[in-house]
């Protein structure tokens, strides 16, 4: 099927192979401009069979030669002696030399840092400067190229030299503004990611509602989902024909190069374009690159399409490529160049080791997060425009570190850092140093064709050429190093008014230095601030402290201790100990827990407990106690907030909790006692309940010794309703008779299945026929209810007990006796005036008529036979 629908995109586009026979695009750019147009091609020429449109395969063969390196008809990569493309063309000439291993082009230059000019081409749509199986005679070439009359204005001339300058000097291999950084390889992008970018902005979706419209796209349409793929490759091909070779804009106004722009049109391309062997994913990969992290060959690509996109945005001949090109803009690392780098960025000039120097604070302290001493953040800086990577050169012992603790040997400028010493430092003539080799660009070079109209064998012309003359100067700059001053802070706990306390108490640390991280003997900081947990009789101690450091200790606030404290701020002494020593006195908590058991409770309804307390000798506590809110263990309910309880003059107050609901009351004195009893609710539509206080019935009261719990459960006072069916006048009926129940007071809003019976807010509906019965268990005791049966013409309805009040542990009977009416025929438990009836009627009627007759004969002196 994938066959299918890639014959029928490429026979879409057989009249786009004439315009885009692959402009000789070097490696991995002829995926992309397929991709793009529709076409596959190894070599430059259009990957399409007879079958599919010999006028494509014909136009394209006749096109531009193949791209770097040429493909051999096996499909390998062809070798090339480097060293056959050396001699000199002539005096003034140079020969451009290609290096076949990384398909880079250069010429030898004994005045660059790398011995070699490395060479891009000018020319998109050109021949390669090197032989290859199907171009074999190519020119030598000499110096120049562009002239400002190539252009506009000399203006726009000078923008389009100040741009290639810059892209040169930015772009691979100097990196001369640390833009990036060359890797082995790189991450692809996942399965998830690339979900993300098939899901096109709304505007692709009205602007082309037969191939996009309200479709879901995903990865997982690839290989198997061809109404999707057939879809975006639909898409892609209307795209082409209808914007992009026409100029033409969508409905709501996007150009080409806008669709191509978008996420959505690059990832639609590699499932429309994917293959057996080659995934969307590994598609997308190979036209994607990162704009910081790239391989040798990415930046190289990157390089070469953003001078190719800068020499198209002037219009400059033999160039199909824009900033505004989806091949370009699908390369990060290009679309970085373009928009970053800039002339005025670029070192012209030889750089001057006085203007680097190491800044930032030297001296030393101990580090806990490393277990060593370290130094305050340092920097390099350094002129404008230097870019250097400086490597750092240390005292024995000594390391330096980015800010999270990542060991290093370079920094750039401007990046924070320390240093990091495994021994305590002592010696006062210790130094770090940085230094680099610093990149500048002398001037740039291109070349061209010689003699310029040198074309190959099919009529074609060849590249020009642009490359720079990179130099580098060697720079460092000293910073001399300082010891440092340390001391220690004690913080202790003791606890009085508890024997055998094994509580956990919590101390916030804070220093007046928040660059203090990591662990300090028995503390732990972050930004200057460590938490410390001790029972009664320890203790904890911060060591290695800088001296002049402030401090503050406070304890956590707990409501089962009144605390006092000595020492808790000051400032650590030169090889001294400071203390901070806490005392805390114990008092003891209430809780109150609130449980609902029963089908019909509401968990929303409120209960207010009372609570009275009197000291130990009997006088009323008053004032206002902290409370913390919290659920009974798997209720699931929401916690109160904290908040406090007020307690009057008598000792009295009062909390409303819910169900699943619990607070605890803190700072009560030992000795107190303590007196509970919910007061009964007043609402006259409130399920009844029963109350128990820790499963007694009685109110829970007690002295505190001890924490104290009292767990009130409130259990719903519960009854049941049935409705039962009855008919007469009919034998066998199996008609179903429709009842609605309505529960009124605390039954009003009920909902669930209770029973036999399902509530909506308070209302039930069910069936029955003759001698049925259903039954609503569970029900609130002290709810109204109110049974109402449909009318039937049929029958006629009596009932007992339709209306009334639940009550606890009883069963409502409510009884609906329906009696078939005069005209249901005998014994068929069916109504209607039917064919027996009218029989029936003309009987009467006919014995209406005889009697008439007789006595009418009578009055004449007949016998009525007549």
């Not at 340390?486 to 008014?497: A, D, W, Y």
């Not at 003759?770 to 268990?777: I, P």
Request: proline share 4%; with cysteine; glycine share 10%.
């Amino acid at each position: 099927m994938r066959t299918t629908r890639r014959a029928c995109a490429l026979a879409l586009l057989a009249v786009a192979g004439l315009v885009l026979a692959l402009c000789l695009l070097p490696t991995g750019a002829v995926a992309e401009v397929v991709a793009g147009a529709g076409i596959d091609a190894a070599d430059g020429t259009a990957d399409i069979t007879a079958a599919e449109g010999v006028a494509v395969a014909e136009a394209a063969t006749a096109g531009d030669e193949a791209t770097t390196p040429a493909a051999t008809s096996e499909g390998e990569v062809a070798t090339e002696d480097v060293s056959a493309e050396t001699a000199s063309g002539g005096s003034g000439t140079v020969q451009i030399q290609y290096d076949e291993k990384t398909e880079i082009h250069y010429v030898p230059d004994p005045e660059s840092a790398s011995g070699r000019i490395i060479l891009y081409c000018m020319n998109n749509q050109s021949h390669w400067p090197h032989t290859t199986p199907s171009i074999s005679n190519v020119p030598s070439y000499i110096e120049g190229y562009l002239t400002p009359q190539k252009f506009k204005s000399q203006a726009d001339y000078d923008a389009c030299m100040d741009k290639l300058l810059a892209i040169l000097y930015a772009g691979y291999p100097y990196n001369g503004m640390n833009m990036y950084t060359v890797v082995d390889s790189t991450t692809g992008i996942s399965a998830d990611a690339f979900n993300a970018l098939l899901n096109p902005p709304s505007w692709i979706r009205s602007d082309f509602p037969d191939s996009i419209g309200d479709t879901v796209f995903s990865y997982s349409d690839y290989p198997d989902n061809t109404a999707n793929l057939n879809k975006l490759s639909q898409f892609v091909a209307d795209e082409l024909f209808n914007y992009y070779f026409t100029g033409a804009t969508t409905p709501s106004g996007h150009t080409s190069a806008e669709i191509r722009a978008t996420p959505f049109y690059q990832a639609a391309v590699a499932m429309a374009y994917a293959t057996d062997n080659e995934t969307p994913l590994k598609l997308w990969d190979r036209n994607h690159s990162d704009a910081d992290t790239v391989t040798e060959s990415e930046a190289y690509n990157a390089t070469q399409y953003a001078i190719w996109a800068v020499l198209g945005d002037y219009g400059i001949e033999n160039n199909s490529l824009t900033s505004k090109s989806g091949e370009v803009t699908q390369k990060a690392l290009a679309v970085k160049l373009l928009n970053y780098a800039t002339a005025d960025q670029v070192l012209r000039a030889e750089p001057d080791a006085g203007n680097v120097k190491i800044t930032g604070d030297s001296q030393f302290v101990y580090d806990p997060e490393y277990g060593v001493w370290k130094t305050g953040t340092l920097s390099v800086t350094e002129g404008k425009n230097y870019y250097g990577t400086y490597t750092l050169t240390l005292p024995s012992g000594v390391s330096a570190h980015k800010p999270d603790g990542t060991p290093i040997t370079k920094v750039t400028a401007g990046t924070s850092f320390f240093l990091a010493s495994t021994t305590k430092p002592t010696a006062t003539d210790m130094e770090i140093t940085a230094s680099d080799t610093l990149t500048w660009l002398q001037e740039y070079r291109q070349y061209s064709p010689h003699p310029e109209t040198y074309t190959a064998s099919d009529g074609k012309n060849f590249q020009h050429m642009i490359g720079a003359v990179i130099k580098q100067k060697p720079v460092s700059a000293t910073l001399r190093l300082a010891p440092a001053n340390e001391g220690s802070l004690t913080v202790s706990k003791s606890v009085v008014g508890e024997t055998n306390s094994t509580t956990a108490f919590t101390f916030t640390v804070t220093l007046g230095d928040t660059n203090i991280n990591g662990t300090y003997g028995d503390m732990s900081f972050t930004n200057g601030v460590a938490k410390v947990t001790l029972k009664a009789g320890e203790s904890a101690k911060a060591e290695h402290l800088p001296a002049g450091t402030t401090y503050t200790v406070a304890e956590t606030s707990n409501a089962d201790y009144a605390s006092t404290a000595t020492g808790t701020s000051g400032a650590i002494a030169k090889d001294a100990t400071a203390t901070a020593a806490f005392t805390n006195t114990r008092l003891y908590k209430l809780t109150l827990s609130k449980t609902v058991s029963g089908q019909a409770a509401d968990a929303s309804q409120p209960f207010t407990l009372k609570v009275t307390l009197k000291d130990a000798n009997g006088t009323p506590l008053s004032g206002e106690y902290d409370y913390t809110g919290g659920s009974v263990s798997g209720s699931g309910a929401t916690a109160p907030a904290d908040g406090k309880i007020a307690f009057g003059a008598d000792g009295t107050g009062s909390v409303t909790l819910t169900a699943g609901q619990q607070v605890t009351i803190a700072g009560i004195p030992s000795g107190t006692t303590y007196t509970v009893e919910e007061t009964a609710s007043t609402a006259t539509d409130a399920p009844l309940y029963d109350a128990t206080y820790n499963g007694s019935s009685k109110p829970a009261s007690g002295a505190l010794s001890a924490d104290a719990t009292v767990a009130v459960n409130n259990a719903i006072k519960e009854g049941s309703l049935s409705v039962t069916k009855h008919v007469k006048g009919e034998v066998g009926s199996t008609r179903e008779f429709t009842f609605t129940v309505e529960l009124g007071g605390s039954g009003a809003h009920l909902s669930g299945t209770y029973g036999e019976m399902t509530f909506d807010d308070g209302t039930a509906t069910f069936t029955l026929k003759d001698g049925e019965t259903k039954t609503a268990s569970a029900l609130p005791a002290g709810a109204t209810y109110k049974v109402i049966e449909e009318s039937n013409g049929d029958y006629v309805t009596s009932s007992e007990n339709a209306e009334g009040t639940i009550a606890k542990g009883k069963t409502a009977q409510a009884t609906f006796t329906n009696t078939r009416g005069a005209v249901t025929l005998p014994l068929s438990g069916q109504a209607g005036f039917g064919v027996t009836y009218a029989i029936g009627l003309g009987a009467l009627a006919a014995a209406a008529a005889w009697t008439h007759i007789r006595h009418h004969a009578a009055e004449k002196g007949g016998d009525g036979r007549d």
